[in-house]
């Protein structure tokens, strides 16, 4: 069984969660389909505190696993280098990352949270500008004192 089948949570309705090159692997595929298929692809870069502590023991989920419970099944999710967590949701226009982003934040358990966004084709056409695009304006917010969403314009 491949790493994406094996890490499916087992919520029901969640989403996926991959590694890091299967993350970056299915935003490549999915932004080659929304080309075809003329949809938005968004992503959000969220650095965010968790009132529950990191796992240690393999029966506590992490901050990915918790996250896919509140995202629909055909969102993927990856913890991430740059940030504490990197998901991908599917036909998201910019416009409504506020929203998901304000009932993902209230479900969860986050003490401080700090967020940027991208979307194809609206700002961006490659992956590595849409994962850029999402980073930085996080990495803004975060200076900025968190608690906030930018979106790259």
């Known amino acids: ?9 087992l919520a029901a ?5 991959v590694d890091d090159l299967t993350f970056r ?5 999915e932004v080659q389909k929304a080309q075809r298929l003329r ?3 968004s992503l959000i870069c969220l650095a965010a505190e968790f009132a ?35 998901l991908l949701l599917i036909d998201a226009e910019p ?6 982003l304000d009932r993902l934040t209230a479900r969860l358990d986050t003490i401080v949270w700090s967020a940027g966004g991208s979307s194809y084709p609206k700002t961006a056409t490659r992956t590595d500008d849409m ?7 996080m990495v803004r917010a975060k ?9 790259a314009s």
Do not use: K
Not at 13 to 17: A, K, L
Not at 25 to 29: E, I, K, N, P, R
Not at 131 to 137: E, G, I, M, S, Y
């Open 52 to 86: 529950h502590p990191e796992p240690r023991e393999a029966s506590v989920p992490t901050s990915a696993e918790i996250v896919t419970r509140h995202i629909r099944g055909t969102d993927i999710v990856t913890s991430w280098a740059e940030a504490s967590l990197a």
């Open 95 to 100: 416009a409504n990352l506020r929203s998901i």
């Open 1 to 9: 069984m491949s790493q994406w089948h094996a890490s499916r949570p």
């Open 143 to 151: 200076n900025e004192g968190g608690t906030r969403l930018y979106v």
């Open 39 to 41: 949809y938005c692809v």
């Open 25 to 29: 692997f299915l935003v490549d595929l």
């Open 13 to 17: 309705g969640g989403g996926w969660v």
């Open 131 to 137: 994962l850029r695009q999402a980073v930085d304006p």
